[in-house]
């Protein structure tokens, strides 16, 4: 699972990070972006060409009849990727590589932890990012979609999804899932639209255990109204 993340580079950043076009949106630093929000997305091209593009964050398939469909796919799991309707053309055929500068999770609450106003505890919030400080490339899925029977003059909506796979030792103590993050080489392929569907699930790996490091940042980021930093 994964519901909230942190972006905070801009976009000619990440244009540069990814040799990508740079698209004529620029969000500025972000902290605390939730489902629904809109996020950067890097896709490949037939013509080898890569941009950045901007997708809701929560897919809606192509064939969805409401679009609050979009509410329950803000994660894709690895493990059915390539079977489940609502995820598998947009794996073929539809890849995008979410960046991010950290995601966020909850650790259990404990007396020593944070507490509520009543002085009740609550769960400890963790910032993982990588350990030597550069983008996140999480793995994702995009869609475009346009309610069924609008005219032409409706614009699509594209929409987003992140992929998930099992914890890693840094992670599994917090949460069992974690994002799929692509190495340099791993997010070359799987933006590469010639890709095999069997070399691209052989990414979709946990990371390496000394990938990630985390951090407690305040309870203040579970109201997705505050923005941060949090740290």
Same mark, same amino acid.
């Given at each position: 699972? @994964?519901? +909230? $993340?942190?972006?905070?580079?801009? =976009?000619?950043?990440?244009?540069?990070f $990814?040799?990508?076009?740079? *698209?004529?949106?620029?969000?500025?630093e972000?902290y605390?972006?939730?489902?629904?929000?809109?996020?950067?997305? #890097?896709?490949?091209?037939?013509?080898?060409?890569?941009?950045?593009?901007i $997708?809701?964050?929560?897919?809606?398939?192509?064939?969805? /009849?409401?679009?609050?469909?979009?509410?329950?796919l803000i994660? @894709?799991?690895?493990?059915?990727?390539?079977? /489940?309707?609502?995820?598998?053309?947009?794996?073929?055929?539809?890849? @995008?590589v #979410?960046?991010?500068? &950290?995601?966020?999770?909850w650790?259990?609450?404990?007396?020593?932890?944070? +507490?509520? =106003?009543?002085?009740?505890?609550?769960?400890?919030p963790?910032? $993982?990012?990588?350990?030597?400080?550069?983008?996140l490339?999480? =793995? &994702?899925?995009?869609?475009?979609?346009?309610?069924?029977?609008?005219?032409?003059?409706?614009?699509?909506? !594209?929409? @987003?999804?992140?992929?998930?796979?099992?914890?890693?030792?840094?992670?599994?103590?917090? !949460?069992? +899932?974690?994002?799929?993050?692509? %190495?340099d080489?791993?997010? !070359?392929?799987?933006?590469?639209?010639?890709?095999?569907?069997?070399?691209?699930?052989?990414?979709?790996? *946990?990371? !390496? %255990?000394? #990938?990630?490091?985390? /951090?407690?940042?305040?309870?203040? #980021?579970?109201?997705?109204?505050?923005?941060?930093?949090?740290?």
């Amino acid at each position: 699972m @994964c519901g +909230r $993340f942190v972006s905070t580079a801009s =976009a000619a950043e990440i244009a540069e990070f $990814f040799d990508a076009d740079t *698209p004529n949106v620029e969000f500025g630093e972000r902290y605390n972006i939730a489902p629904t929000n809109e996020v950067y997305g #890097v896709i490949g091209r037939s013509d080898a060409h890569r941009a950045v593009e901007i $997708f809701e964050w929560g897919l809606i398939p192509s064939w969805a /009849k409401d679009a609050r469909i979009g509410n329950s796919l803000i994660n @894709c799991r690895a493990e059915t990727i390539a079977e /489940k309707p609502s995820f598998r053309t947009s794996f073929a055929r539809r890849r @995008c590589v #979410v960046p991010m500068s &950290g995601f966020y999770e909850w650790r259990a609450a404990s007396p020593d932890g944070p +507490r509520n =106003a009543k002085g009740v505890p609550v769960k400890q919030p963790l910032l $993982f990012e990588r350990a030597d400080r550069r983008l996140l490339a999480v =793995a &994702g899925l995009w869609s475009a979609w346009r309610e069924p029977g609008s005219g032409d003059d409706v614009p699509w909506r !594209h929409t @987003c999804t992140l992929v998930t796979t099992t914890a890693n030792s840094t992670m599994a103590a917090v !949460h069992d +899932r974690m994002p799929v993050i692509l %190495d340099d080489d791993g997010w !070359h392929e799987w933006l590469d639209p010639t890709s095999t569907q069997s070399d691209l699930l052989m990414l979709l790996q *946990p990371a !390496h %255990d000394d #990938v990630l490091v985390a /951090k407690e940042v305040s309870t203040a #980021v579970n109201n997705v109204r505050n923005q941060g930093p949090f740290w």
